[in-house]
T-cell receptor, first 113, second 112 residues
Framework: KNQVEQSPQSLIILEGKNCTLQCNYTVSPFSNLRWYKQDTGRGPVSLTIMTFSENTKSNGRYTATLDADTKQSSLHITASQLSDSASYICVVSGYNYGQNFVFGPGTRLSVLP | NAGVTQTPKFRILKIGQSMTLQCAQDMNHNYMYWYRQDPGMGLKLIYYSVGAGITDKGEVPNGYNVSRSTTEDFPLRLELAAPSQTSVYFC???????????FGEGSRLTVL
C-alpha cells in the first residue's frame, strides 16, 4: 500500500535554532516528492518539489533532501523564526500524477521565543 | 490574481441536509481537486478533474458529487450529510497533473 510517514508528529524548538523533519514513503512508482507548509486555518503552500534525479533543493531557509534509494526525505529549517510555526506536509506523487498524490499526516512545528 | 477561492469558510449542517462547497480558480489551470483533511491524517482525494466536462473519483468519493462545466469552477456537492463528513475540505488546482498544487483556504464543515 502506498504510504507516507512523517516524524516527529510534533516538535517544539526555540527561535533561532535549526531543526530537521523526516519523511519516509513506500509510494511506487515514484515521480516526485513535495514539501508543503500549512499555517493553522490556512491551505497548504508549496515549499519544494524534487524529482527522482534531485537529491537536494533549497528555498530560503528551507532545504529538502531526497534519497530515492532508501525512500527517505528530510526538510531542514535553518535559524527558525516564529513564523515557521506550522504543519509541514510531505507529499509523494506516482507516475499517474495528480490523482495519485499521497499525503503524509504532517509534522506540527512550534517555534517559541 | 486571487488564486483558488473557496466558499463558505465555515458551515454547520444537520444530518440529512445537502449543500454545495464552491471552488473557483483564476489561473487557467486544467487540473482541479477536492480533498478532505481529518485530524492526524493526510489529505484524502475525494474527486478530481482534468478539464471542463471531465471528472473522476478519488480515494473517498462516497457521499459526494462534483461537476466541472467551466475551467474556473469545480463545486463539490454533499448529499444527505452525515457526521462522518465533518472535516475540513480543500480545493486545489494545478497546471498539468505534475504541476505545483495551489490550495484554497479551506471550508470547515460540521455535521450535527
Amino acid at each position: 500500500k502506498n504510504q507516507v510517514e512523517q516524524s516527529p508528529q510534533s516538535l517544539i524548538i526555540l527561535e533561532g535554532k535549526n531543526c530537521t523533519l523526516q519523511c519516509n514513503y513506500t509510494v511506487s512508482p515514484f515521480s516526485n516528492l513535495r514539501w508543503y507548509k500549512q499555517d493553522t486555518g490556512r491551505g497548504p503552500v508549496s515549499l519544494t518539489i524534487m524529482t527522482f534525479s534531485e537529491n537536494t533543493k533549497s528555498n530560503g531557509r528551507y532545504t529538502a533532501t531526497l534519497d530515492a534509494d532508501t525512500k527517505q526525505s528530510s526538510l531542514h529549517i535553518t535559524a527558525s523564526q516564529l513564523s515557521d510555526s506550522a504543519s509541514y506536509i510531505c507529499v509523494v506523487s506516482g507516475y499517474n500524477y495528480g490523482q495519485n498524490f499521497v499525503f503524509g499526516p504532517g509534522t506540527r512545528l512550534s517555534v517559541l521565543p | 490574481n486571487a488564486g483558488v477561492t473557496q466558499t463558505p469558510k465555515f458551515r454547520i449542517l444537520k444530518i440529512g441536509q445537502s449543500m454545495t462547497l464552491q471552488c473557483a480558480q483564476d489561473m487557467n489551470h486544467n487540473y482541479m481537486y477536492w480533498y478532505r483533511q481529518d485530524p492526524g491524517m493526510g489529505l484524502k482525494l475525494i474527486y478530481y478533474s482534468v478539464g471542463a466536462g471531465i471528472t473522476d473519483k478519488g480515494e473517498v468519493p462516497n457521499g459526494y458529487n462534483v461537476s466541472r462545466s467551466t475551467t474556473e469552477d469545480f463545486p463539490l456537492r454533499l448529499e444527505l450529510a452525515a457526521p462522518s463528513q465533518t472535516s475540513v475540505y480543500f480545493c486545489a488546482s494545478s497546471y498539468g497533473g505534475a504541476g505545483e498544487l495551489f490550495f484554497g483556504e479551506g471550508s470547515r464543515l460540521t455535521v450535527l
